[in-house]
């Protein structure tokens, strides 16, 4: 069973950063590669929208339009770690950030239905 667990939210002022990171467990390291974790945020009273993933072959990178320019997705030297550095920060920014994974790599990957495994989320908050 995959498990993840995202880390790093927190306060920041409008135009500050903050980096994120989501660690899975669960899974041999191998099995890692067949694996798409991607990032989601959902702010009060809206739906999950996705925010920053790779696509099919796990190298290029897909980002919302509200952020592209601003977030940076990355993974880490070991398989299993994800993250997301959030610079420029904006007051519509603030939302629970979650990280997710799927068995498949798709290019569909910011389209939260394709994603079976959930972590709990980081609350980002960005406010002066």
């Known amino acids: 069973q995959l498990q993840l667990v995202e880390s790093g939210g927190g306060l920041v002022q409008p135009g500050g950063s903050l980096r994120l990171s989501c660690a899975a467990s669960g899974l041999s390291v191998d099995y890692y590669d067949y694996y798409t974790i991607s990032w989601f945020r959902q702010a009060p009273g809206k739906e999950r929208e996705g925010v920053a993933c790779?696509?099919?072959?796990?190298?290029?990178?897909l980002y919302a339009d509200s952020v592209k320019g601003r977030f940076t997705i990355s993974r880490g030297s070991a398989k299993n770690m994800m993250y997301l550095q959030m610079n420029n920060l904006k007051p519509e920014d603030t939302a629970v950030y979650y990280c997710?994974?799927?068995?498949?790599?798709?290019?569909?990957?910011?389209?939260?239905?394709?994603?079976?495994?959930w972590g709990q989320g980081t609350q980002v908050t960005v406010s002066s």
């Open positions: 790779f696509g099919q072959t796990g190298t290029r990178t």
């Open positions: 997710a994974g799927a068995r498949i790599r798709s290019n569909q990957c910011l389209q939260a239905k394709m994603y079976e495994y």
